[in-house]
């Protein structure tokens, strides 16, 4: 289910501003002016009302953004290009290993599956699975610091591969089938291969691994970052945009155990399960694109809203400039308000004592009332607190920092 997303790879929703040309010129003084301090009292009834414009950091792809720009008869490609502009076309074809991290447990659980095995990493030997009346499920599991392998019927049994009592190394299980992991929670379905691997030289304990191809991780990637109902173009942007992100992820973590998660931290990935139709079809209609940055998998940050304008990335192509896709009727959260009461900021920082005032100190100067907030005071009859626009908008909540109380 799609979600506004407030971080890393975080989906952010929001309208582009539409400014006349008068509205245009007068923002070169509210630009001019960032650096003065914007001072907002409280008002008398104890809350102020913010009025703020996108959802998420703003850096790359708006997502509703690409929706807008599909709508009006972009192709995903065009819509690519106006996001990270300076990037180019490449192709990829590789694994890349998931972090699983609803599977708290030292333990990798599957379902019986049609041609499972188990492979031995430390001997390379691969040993296919008997068949065996009752069995519920196979499992990885610790003994010591060493795997041992083990099947399920009214009680847990110990097998043992090639005679072996233990895997020389880490174990990894696939099958002709997705392998449905059991985890604390519940169950979910993965394609690939299942790794249990060591967080660290002889530990006892193991992660959860899915080592799968990046357009069949794309597939369950999907459906949880952008309704998959949303124009094919859209779909398609998104497709792209994700496999890039991993390709990057994977990149910049070669040698750990696991190149990128499954959550917000990362991008949401839900497996076999949260696969669709027209997710799978934007895929296939992509399949192996990615975008590239001087002959490197491109940073291809987004988010579900620019609110109007795109702020200014880690990287040459997340530019700060106008979105003028952002704004659609489609779009919720291109602009909204929220209450915030003064005993609220006073009980989350009870330093300042009585808060008298904000007071906005620097903006990045993009857009209506100077942009996102970049510096904000909290005045007090005891003490001052100065946060960054990020933590302001963490602790309380917001749908982004482009916002004026």
Same mark, same amino acid.
């Given at each position: 289910m +799609?979600?506004?997303?407030?971080?890393?790879?975080?989906?952010?929703?929001?309208?582009?501003?539409?400014?006349?040309?008068?509205?245009?010129? !007068?923002l070169s003084?509210?630009?001019?002016?960032v650096g003065?301090p914007?001072?907002?009292?409280?008002?008398a009834?104890?809350?102020?009302?913010?009025?703020g414009? !996108?959802?998420?950091?703003?850096?790359? #792809?708006?997502q509703?953004?690409?929706?807008?720009?599909?709508?009006r008869?972009s192709?995903?490609?065009?819509?690519?290009?106006?996001?990270?502009?300076?990037t180019? @076309?490449?192709?990829?074809?590789r694994w890349?290993?998931?972090?699983?991290?609803?599977?708290?447990?030292?333990?990798?659980v599957v379902?019986?599956?049609?041609?499972l095995q188990?492979r031995?990493?430390g %001997?390379?030997?691969?040993?296919?699975?008997p068949v065996?009346?009752?069995?519920?499920?196979w499992?990885?599991?610790?003994?010591?610091?060493r795997?041992?392998?083990?099947?399920?019927t009214?009680r847990w049994?110990?097998?043992r591969p090639? !005679?072996?009592?233990?895997l020389?190394g880490?174990?990894?299980l696939?099958?002709?089938t997705p392998?449905?992991?059991?985890?604390?929670?519940?169950?979910r379905a993965?394609?690939g291969v299942l790794l249990a691997?060591?967080p660290s030289?002889?530990?006892?304990d193991r992660?959860?691994?899915?080592?799968?191809?990046?357009?069949?991780?794309?597939?369950?990637?999907?459906?949880?970052e #952008?309704?998959v109902s949303w124009?094919?173009?859209?779909? /398609?942007?998104?497709?792209?945009?994700?496999?890039?992100?991993?390709t990057w992820?994977r990149d910049?973590?070669?040698?750990r155990? @696991?190149h990128?998660?499954?959550t917000t931290?990362c991008q949401?990935y839900?497996?076999?399960d949260?696969?669709?139709p027209?997710g799978?079809?934007?895929?296939?209609a992509?399949a192996?694109q990615?975008l590239?940055y001087g002959g490197a998998?491109?940073?291809?940050q +987004?988010?579900?809203?620019?609110?109007? @304008?795109?702020?200014?990335?880690?990287?040459p192509?997340?530019?700060? /400039?106008r979105d003028p896709?952002d704004?659609?009727?489609?779009?919720p959260?291109h602009? @909204?308000?929220l209450?915030l009461t003064a %005993?609220r900021?006073?009980?989350?920082?009870?330093?300042?004592?009585r808060l008298q005032r904000?007071q906005?100190?620097?903006r990045d100067?993009?857009?209506q009332? !100077?942009?996102?907030?970049?510096?904000?005071?909290?005045?007090?009859?005891?003490?001052n607190?100065?946060?960054?626009?990020?933590a302001?908008?963490?602790?309380f909540g917001?749908?982004?920092?482009? +916002?004026?109380?």
């Amino acid at each position: 289910m +799609f979600r506004p997303r407030s971080g890393a790879v975080l989906v952010v929703l929001a309208v582009a501003l539409t400014l006349s040309p008068g509205a245009a010129a !007068g923002l070169s003084s509210v630009t001019s002016a960032v650096g003065s301090p914007q001072t907002y009292p409280v008002p008398a009834g104890g809350t102020f009302t913010l009025h703020g414009h !996108g959802f998420g950091h703003g850096h790359g #792809m708006s997502q509703y953004g690409a929706y807008g720009a599909a709508r009006r008869g972009s192709s995903y490609r065009d819509i690519l290009g106006f996001y990270y502009p300076g990037t180019s @076309w490449g192709g990829v074809r590789r694994w890349v290993r998931v972090l699983v991290t609803a599977d708290t447990s030292p333990d990798l659980v599957v379902s019986p599956a049609a041609g499972l095995q188990v492979r031995d990493l430390g %001997s390379g030997m691969l040993y296919r699975l008997p068949v065996i009346a009752g069995v519920r499920r196979w499992r990885l599991n610790v003994d010591g610091n060493r795997t041992v392998l083990g099947y399920l019927t009214t009680r847990w049994h110990r097998y043992r591969p090639g !005679g072996r009592a233990a895997l020389v190394g880490e174990g990894l299980l696939n099958a002709d089938t997705p392998l449905r992991l059991w985890t604390p929670s519940g169950s979910r379905a993965y394609r690939g291969v299942l790794l249990a691997a060591a967080p660290s030289p002889g530990s006892s304990d193991r992660h959860t691994v899915n080592v799968v191809t990046l357009d069949d991780y794309v597939r369950g990637v999907i459906p949880s970052e #952008m309704p998959v109902s949303w124009s094919i173009e859209a779909v /398609k942007a998104q497709a792209v945009a994700a496999r890039t992100y991993a390709t990057w992820s994977r990149d910049q973590n070669l040698d750990r155990h @696991w190149h990128i998660c499954d959550t917000t931290a990362c991008q949401v990935y839900g497996g076999v399960d949260a696969e669709q139709p027209r997710g799978d079809a934007a895929v296939t209609a992509t399949a192996r694109q990615i975008l590239t940055y001087g002959g490197a998998a491109a940073f291809t940050q +987004f988010s579900a809203s620019s609110g109007g @304008w795109l702020s200014a990335g880690s990287r040459p192509y997340l530019v700060a /400039k106008r979105d003028p896709y952002d704004d659609h009727a489609a779009n919720p959260v291109h602009d @909204w308000t929220l209450p915030l009461t003064a %005993s609220r900021i006073e009980r989350a920082y009870p330093r300042v004592g009585r808060l008298q005032r904000l007071q906005v100190t620097r903006r990045d100067g993009n857009g209506q009332r !100077g942009g996102r907030v970049l510096e904000i005071v909290l005045d007090g009859r005891r003490a001052n607190v100065t946060l960054s626009g990020d933590a302001f908008r963490s602790a309380f909540g917001l749908r982004s920092t482009w +916002f004026t109380p």
